[in-house]
């Protein structure tokens, strides 16, 4: 099971970091690289967003190139020459907003261009429908969880990372029944994300079979180190 750690920037810091926390983008990649992290989850909140207002092009290539681990790309990606930039730029893998992913022409295309290894689609849901987040000119699928993951299945992307949005940043733990449902049920490797808080939650996750693991306010806050959550994933 993989972890991976979260840089999600804003206006070229890493956003809400908690006081005395260092804020710089890189730094934190290198560090977590000297811990033995192997990815890391990179998300644009003013690209996503429209948060900050910020233009962080220029650090996204910089930390594709320079962070030293495999970036995995979110953020609510669906557009094709955007997809295509971060790849080009040394993505290892891009998560494909739900808007994409419901659009079966869409993502037969981002297939035929990028193949399944370098894609994978984010399921983001609340009581068991898909509400995207993220600002883009495609209209929202009126589509359920299980749903979506059908249609993710049959273009052949195997991974998904699935997000329960009222966890998110809650430190409430993640929602693994949902995530175990879609692996158990689909058959994809699912990287699960919102709300993970400790290292029982990362045991657990592993436990119920899941790919991997998106972690971002606990490591911040020092609940854990990367060393640890490492460690307990590799039991």
């Not at 810091?13 to 690289?33: C, E, I, K, Y």
């Not at 669906?78 to 893998?93: C, K, Q, V, Y």
């Not at 657990?204 to 899941?210: E, F, K, N, P, Q």
Request: charged share 20%; glycine share 14%.
């Amino acid at each position: 099971m993989d972890l991976y750690p979260a840089v999600d920037v804003r206006g070229g810091r890493v956003a809400r970091v908690p006081p005395g926390v260092p804020d710089d983008p890189l730094a934190a990649a290198r560090a977590w690289a000297a811990a033995g992290a192997q990815w890391v989850h990179f998300v644009d909140l003013d690209r996503a967003f429209a948060e900050g207002g910020g233009d962080n092009r220029g650090l996204a290539r910089t930390f594709l190139k320079d962070s030293g681990l495999r970036v995995q790309v979110g953020g609510g990606l669906s557009d094709p020459g955007t997809i295509a930039e971060m790849l080009d730029w040394g993505a290892a893998r891009v998560v494909v907003g739900a808007h994409a992913g419901a659009d079966p022409a869409l993502l037969s295309r981002l297939v035929a261009d990028h193949g399944t290894e370098r894609l994978a689609v984010a399921i983001e849901a609340r009581e068991g429908r898909v509400v995207p987040r993220g600002r883009t000119a495609l209209p929202a699928p009126d589509l359920s969880v299980a749903a979506l993951a059908k249609l993710v299945a049959a273009s052949g992307i195997a991974t998904v990372v699935y997000t329960d949005v009222t966890r998110d940043g809650g430190l409430a733990g993640p929602d693994l029944e949902g995530a175990r449902a879609l692996a158990a049920t689909h058959g994809l490797a699912v990287i699960v994300s919102g709300g993970v808080a400790s290292l029982d939650d990362l045991t657990r996750a592993r436990a119920a079979g899941l790919a991997g693991a998106v972690v971002g306010r606990a490591l911040y806050d020092g609940r854990f180190t990367i060393q640890q959550a490492l460690a307990c994933l590799a039991v």
